[in-house]
């Protein structure tokens, strides 16, 4: 089935250290998201990618770095920059060019700073 | 500055009956989308519709209608004939189309409890 898959959906980490968050989609989509999500909070992007190769901050970046050298993947590291790092965070992805096309989103990775 | 906003409490609601959830915008863009989504328990995000800023018509899918008035700003979402698993968080976010991309701007969610 095409859609777009996260892991892992449950991480610990301890202060200082690096975490990558993985997001894979095989529905042939042009853009990628990742968004984080706080209690009782809406969605605040983070970054995003609409081609291979290029990708442009979000609102709230600061503590985060991204890649993306495929079309299908779009990996988010959570630095020990970040002072707040404990969320769920939301993979996305999108047709290009199409107004009406939504957002399809992963079920999540949901990372505890220990 | 804010762009959406969904102020509601928590809302218990009957199974069968018809609930509303509030969501007002703001943009000075003539072109948007807005869209709304639901979020259950688990976690994903589930689309559930869209409007385009010159669409005439209201947006319907099933059970979910969207109630736009362009002048007020407002999109406000339908659900009729509640059932058990409506019980979730739901959405309302705006696309601004003059960005020339699809990112998508959230507001903070309307809790919906179904009760039988």
């Known amino acids: 089935d095409g859609g777009i898959t996260q892991s892992p959906k449950y991480l610990f980490r301890k202060e200082g250290q690096n975490v990558t968050l993985s997001c894979e989609q095989n529905?042939?989509?042009?853009?990628m998201y990742w968004y984080r999500q706080d209690p009782g909070q809406g969605l605040r992007l983070i970054y995003y990618?609409?081609?291979?190769?290029?990708?442009q901050k979000g609102d709230i970046a600061e503590g985060y770095s991204v890649s993306r050298e495929k079309k299908e993947s779009f990996p988010l590291t959570v630095t020990s920059a970040q002072k707040n790092p404990t969320a769920f965070y939301l993979c996305a992805s999108s047709m290009v060019g199409l107004n009406t096309g939504e957002l399809f989103f992963g079920e999540g990775s949901r990372l505890t700073v220990l | 500055a804010q762009k959406i906003t969904q102020t509601q409490p928590g809302m218990f609601v009957q199974e069968k009956e018809a609930v509303t959830l509030d969501c007002t915008y703001d943009?000075?863009?003539?072109?948007?989308?807005l869209f709304w989504y639901k979020q259950p328990s688990s976690g994903e995000m589930i689309f559930l519709i869209y409007?385009?800023?010159?669409?005439?018509q209201n947006a319907t899918e099933g059970r979910y209608s969207l109630n736009f008035q362009k002048a007020r700003k407002s999109a406000n979402l339908v659900i009729s004939a509640s059932q058990l698993g409506d019980s979730a968080m739901y959405f309302c976010a705006m696309r601004e189309l003059s960005y020339g991309n699809n990112r998508l701007a959230f507001g903070k969610g309307n809790q919906v409890v179904v009760i039988p």
């Open positions: 529905l042939n989509h042009d853009a």
């Open positions: 943009t000075s863009d003539q072109s948007y989308g």
């Open positions: 409007q385009g800023s010159y669409d005439e």
């Open positions: 990618s609409q081609i291979v190769n290029d990708f």
